[in-house]
């Protein structure tokens, strides 16, 4: 079946730790996106990466970073420097084109004890 | 910046009941919305996809209409059912420049009453 996993579903992380989230996908995208929801908000993004070994920085991108070392992961570093980590993490591709529809992986919640 | 405002934030009908969700956004320069469901806990379920050069799209019970001019786009499910209970979250994907990838609404809540 093709689609986007992230792993774990659930991570805890004590304050001053990095810890980092996985995204995989199987659709043969090459553009792949992180978001972070937060109660009562809208998603917003974080990075995004249109091609391997490219990336750029979304709206809330301070505390996080990432890397694309392969067409198919993405993953996502949370830093001590996130002052406010925990959150709900999704991990969404689309083809490249201005139209292309974007799909979601089931998310990681990671909560900071 | 672009701002997506989706009304109402919650609602409850009876079950068998048709149902308009509303979007509106800010910024007319977009390529696409994108209607999406997300259940509890979960991610999020692409319902609908409208290009911009489109009016409007449907998918089973669903349609979702845009009018990109006046900057809304309106989500209509028919015969509602206990199953549709979930928040449906409007995102558009500009093109005005500045950084790719989806802005969001916060979403309404919809529960269906059986």
């Known amino acids: 079946d093709g689609g986007i996993t992230q792993s774990p579903k659930y991570l805890f992380r004590k304050e001053g730790q990095n810890v980092t989230l996985s995204c995989e996908q199987n659709l043969n995208h090459d553009a792949m996106y992180w978001y972070r929801q937060d109660p009562g908000q809208g998603l917003r993004l974080i990075y995004y990466s249109q091609i391997v070994n490219d990336f750029q920085k979304g709206d809330i991108a301070e505390g996080y970073s990432v890397s694309r070392e392969k067409k198919e992961s993405f993953p996502l570093t949370v830093t001590s420097a996130q002052k406010n980590p925990t959150a709900f993490y999704l991990c969404?591709?689309?083809?490249?084109?201005?139209?292309?529809?974007?799909?979601f992986g089931p998310g990681t919640r990671l909560t900071v004890l | 910046k672009q701002e997506v405002t989706q009304i109402p934030a919650a609602l409850s009908v009876p079950e068998g009941e048709n149902l308009v969700l509303n979007c509106s956004f800010t910024d007319s320069a977009i390529y696409n919305l994108q209607w999406f469901r997300q259940d509890p806990g979960k991610g999020l379920t692409s319902l609908l996809l409208?290009?911009?050069?489109?009016r409007e799209q449907t998918s089973g019970r669903l349609n979702a209409s845009l009018d990109k001019s006046s900057g809304r786009s309106t989500l209509y499910i028919a015969a509602s059912q206990p199953g549709d209970s979930a928040t449906y979250l409007c995102?558009?994907?500009?093109?005005?420049?500045?950084?790719?990838?989806?802005?969001f609404g916060k979403g309404t809540h919809l529960i269906i009453q059986p």
């Open positions: 969404a591709s689309s083809i490249p084109l201005a139209g292309g529809e974007q799909f």
């Open positions: 995102a558009v994907r500009g093109s005005g420049g500045g950084a790719d990838g989806l802005t």
């Open positions: 409208i290009q911009s050069s489109q």
